[in-house]
């Protein structure tokens, strides 16, 4: 079945650096890629997406790229912030199997002031 | 504020007990799941309910029973845990059971199993 990774598990950068999330996946099939963020004590929310037709999206200080040859996909944050902090998780899902999304392990960032 | 919300927060019970988690959605949606969240590992997906059908049920053992009476209140009845079981559940919401929908998650249940 689908398969993801996710690394680093942990990344600890200063306020103002650039932080890279990176994931791959197993399946050519997934197509749909969102990236979510949760925050100590909440849910996870989701923040960005991005479909196979596209190779990049970007939302502010958040972009994703997705390179469909390597499989794989990253979220880049731009001038972090402290309440950047959190745990980011990506995900994956293909065809039509409903709702069902393949989380990666997730990666604990810590933007420190 | 998500517009699902997950009732208690916090729960320690023993093996022998019984127990159910509740989770209720304002946001029209039509699609409700639960998911485990252990830590280290990734959100393992558990039930989805489409129209207050189970449309997937992931190799969940029994002693998980999931009810979904109408399409904004959904349960997961807990009996004879094991204290593996003690993990962080998670309940979402999708507007359509389709894999492009934004989910829409509670807070989640702390449960403790001793």
């Known amino acids: 079945g689908e398969n993801v990774e996710q690394h680093p598990s942990t990344l600890s950068v200063q306020e103002g650096d650039s932080a890279v999330i990176k994931c791959t996946y197993s399946d050519s099939a997934s197509n749909y890629f969102p990236w979510y963020k949760q925050e100590l004590g909440k849910g996870p929310q989701l923040i960005i997406d991005?479909?196979?037709?596209?190779g990049e999206k970007k939302d502010q200080r958040i972009a994703v790229t997705l390179n469909k040859t390597a499989k794989h996909f990253s979220l880049h944050i731009t001038e972090t912030q402290p309440e950047d902090s959190a745990v980011y998780f990506c995900?994956?899902?293909?065809?039509?199997?409903?709702?069902?999304?393949?989380f990666g392990q997730g990666t604990e960032l810590s933007v420190k002031p | 504020e998500t517009g699902v919300t997950q009732t208690p927060r916090h729960l320690v019970m023993g093996m022998t007990n019984k127990k159910s988690l509740k989770c209720e959605q304002h946001l029209g949606h039509n699609a409700m799941y639960w998911y485990k969240q252990s830590a280290k590992k990734p959100l393992e997906l558990m039930f989805v309910y489409s129209l207050e059908e189970r449309v997937e049920n992931n190799s969940v053992p029994s002693r998980f029973s999931p009810e979904c009476p109408n399409s904004s209140h959904l349960f997961l009845h807990l009996h004879t845990l094991q204290p593996e079981d003690s993990a962080l559940y998670l309940c979402?919401?999708?507007?359509?059971?389709?894999?492009?929908?934004?989910?829409?998650f509670g807070p989640g249940t702390r449960l403790t199993v001793l």
């Open positions: 991005i479909r196979s037709n596209v």
């Open positions: 995900a994956a899902s293909k065809g039509n199997q409903g709702g069902k999304l393949i």
């Open positions: 979402a919401s999708t507007k359509y059971p389709v894999r492009w929908d934004t989910q829409y």
